[in-house]
């Protein structure tokens, strides 16, 4: 039986004849940051670990990332520029006195974030309801309260 080892965010360990230590590698904003961490150099496997762990935190801080071992990720095509936000078209739930639902939708700013690894959030904030500068400004000011509350820091687009 085989268990996979977890190892810190950003950090490989390379176990190689020529190469055998911790390699962190951290991208942010387009711009990737890496540095090797040699058992041989920095002292032996948990030294040159801590070491690695040490050098990503303060790099991390150095570029503005924020530091969490959640994986962070933003869709490069997403139009509106902020990750997080969609504008959608979204089905009222009006109904005629019959029950039956009608054909009726209304542009929102649906907005998702994720609590944790295996769960996803969203609401939507209806353009038609605050009109469309107070519907972007309440929707790019809960996803940026979302990001602070689960990553530390604001995501960077």
């Known amino acids: 039986m085989s268990t996979k080892r977890e190892f810190p965010k950003s950090i490989t360990r390379m176990d190689y004849k020529k190469a055998v230590g911790w390699y962190v590698r951290i991208k942010f904003k387009g711009v990737e940051h890496r540095k090797f961490f040699s058992d041989g150099a920095w002292g032996g496997y948990d030294d040159a670990l801590e070491s690695a762990i040490e050098w990503r935190d303060e790099k991390e801080l150095e570029i503005g990332k924020p530091r969490t071992e959640r994986r962070i990720q933003s869709n490069p095509n997403n139009a509106l ?6 504008r959608i078209w979204r089905k009222t739930g009006a109904t005629y006195p019959d029950g039956s639902l009608k054909p009726n939708y209304t542009e929102v700013y649906y907005v998702t974030w994720c609590p944790n ?8 904030i209806s353009i038609q309801k605050y009109g469309e500068k107070e519907a972007w400004r309440k929707a790019v000011a809960l996803r940026r309260r979302k990001e602070i509350e689960l990553y530390g820091g604001v995501i960077a687009s």
Do not use: D, F, W
Request: aromatic content about 0%; overall charge positive.
């Open 117 to 124: 690894t295996r769960e996803r959030k969203a609401t939507t």
């Open 81 to 86: 520029g902020v990750t997080g936000i969609q």
